[in-house]
């Protein structure tokens, strides 16, 4: 059986830098996927420049939590 892998669209480059120093990654709770996942990959769109349409990273998920975002990101 292939893992299932959830394709993370990283809107820019702030929240990658995110997830490449924190490892983690967050997904509004109305936009979690139902379905479990073992993998996700990051894929860069256009604010990207050069690299944009690419997926250069991916990991496995190791944990998932639910926290609020001023949690996340405080100001």
Excluded at 4 to 24: G, N, T
Excluded at 41 to 49: L, M, R, S, T, V
Aim: charged share 30%; net charge positive; aromatic share 12%.
């Amino acid at each position: 059986m292939v893992p299932r892998v959830l394709i993370a669209v990283v809107k820019d480059r702030r929240d990658l830098r995110l997830a490449l120093k924190r490892r983690w990654y967050r997904i509004p709770q109305a936009c979690a996927p139902k379905r479990s996942f073992r993998y996700i990959a990051f894929y860069q769109p256009a604010p990207f420049g050069r690299e944009a349409g690419l997926i250069r990273w991916y990991a496995r998920v190791r944990s998932r939590t639910i926290a609020l975002r001023r949690e996340l990101l405080p100001r």
